[in-house]
């Protein structure tokens, strides 16, 4: 990753947008295939764990200690605890085997090192950013804000992680993005511990579960149970069910079960060491496009949420995290009907005492959904539809609305011609959110130059906007490779979101 230096407001390059000034800012994040996590690295099958340790138990002592020796000097500095990731994967690996070998530590920390491999989150890409306002505001001069940035990451195999960077708007307007932690973290996934029988019941239909596939599994797990639980009880049912097609449907709501789970990080680690990689079934193929908001309770608590599609390479699951500080962050899958396809974008405060959530559940269009729970959403109203020459394909939400004093200003994708996406822009009545007060004739942001060209060409795109001071600010990607930084006076837009009539 870098980042070009901070703007000095001084080689402005101003793009006229809808006759706005619009300022792309001198950053370049780019990836950086140095970033690299720890993750098990799987022979396949028992018998190859077997024949490996069948050969680490004829290596001599000395062979192992200077063994495991060259791989702490090549590798522990790139990783926190390595030795306690070796153990983890040799235990692991072990209780697969059905073995249980009575070595010394070097020895099972050799054996874990073979069962463990690098992998470089950003070393395709870095794009589709969101940013929100830094949990921790502590330090940040006069008149500045810290921000965080969330970006989606990939590499080999393609599979998206997403990763952070922090960094400050100062009083002038300047940008600046820090350096990111020289290690990364990867998350450790914990468990929810118990399920409600009626809800996930619920989750199972929607998903399309035969109503006989249910019936003999959830009736015996009484009024809570844990995924243990419910692994015992799909055993049971392979047997009673019989049918090959609702045997698969076992593995279904397996995989929903474990869509549930927690994330924690460490209490000293920088929030720019955290990487969410995949950490279920459910999320084989990738975490893609958060979109993060901070969110104001009724009684002034805040808390920060998150939507992102869990992709397995079959299916896509809404997902949703919410956290107070990124140290210890739920995950959960969206519910109800409504709770499809993605791009799903919260808004950040309840209207009218209903949660309300903007999306594209049909692919194409924009709609808006209310809700009582943040969890479950079953109803949703159209709000646009790709209307303009450079949005006939579709049209999106690049994140969450953001609540100004003339109304909801949403950011939009539109995909035109040639595969061409770009950004505009929306403007909603702030008690009803329905009602669209204006929106822009032309693209507010859309690939010129040298922008165009990269691993998908043609594309800008955002998974959300900040406010400071008088000034919008739009981190963006570029052909789904890097991410840049764009800046537009907040009245300006406004005023003409104002003046460009009703939808």
Sequence with gaps: MTARGEDDMSAKRVVAAEGLALRRLDIHLTSDDRRVINLPFLPGNEVRV????????????????????DVLTGYAARHHDLAATFEENFVTNSALAGLSPAWSAARRSLAGAYLTMEYSLESTALFNPSIVEHPDPSGVPAGGVRFLMSLRATGEGHVSSIVFRTGLIAADGSVSVDPPAALLSRARMVMDRHYDPPLFGRKLKEIGIDDAVIDAILPGLGERFTVAQLTEAVRFARVSLGDSARVSQLETILWLANSNYHIDLGHNSALSELAIYPMSDLEARGVEDLRLVRFTEDDGAAAYYGTYTAWNGERMLPMLVQTRHF??????????????????????????????????????????????????????????????TWDLMQVGNCGSPIETSEGWLLLTHGVGPMRCY?????????????????????????????????????VVYTCGAMIHGDNLYIPYSLADESTTMAVVGLDPLVNRLLDGGGA
């Excluded at 130059?449 to 998908?456: A, I, M, N, Q, S």
Aim: net charge positive; with cysteine; charged share 25%.
């Design 327 to 388: 140290r210890r962050i739920e995950v959960h899958s969206l519910n109800g009907r409504c709770s499809r396809n993605k791009g799903m974008a919260l808004f950040p405060r309840r209207v009218g005492g209903h949660y309300l959530m903007c999306s594209r559940i049909d692919g194409e269009n924009l709609f808006i959904s209310y809700s009582d729970y943040v969890h479950f959403w079953e109803s949703a109203s159209q709000l646009v539809l790709p209307r303009s």
């Design 50 to 69: 077997r024949s490996l340790f069948d050969r680490l138990e004829r290596l001599d002592e000395a062979t192992v200690e200077r063994a495991l020796a």
């Design 422 to 458: 770009t950004i505009s822009a929306l403007l909603l009545d702030r008690d009803d959110p329905l009602r669209v007060i204006g929106h822009l004739r032309q693209p507010l942001l859309q690939a010129t130059g040298t922008e165009r060209e990269g691993y998908v060409p043609n």
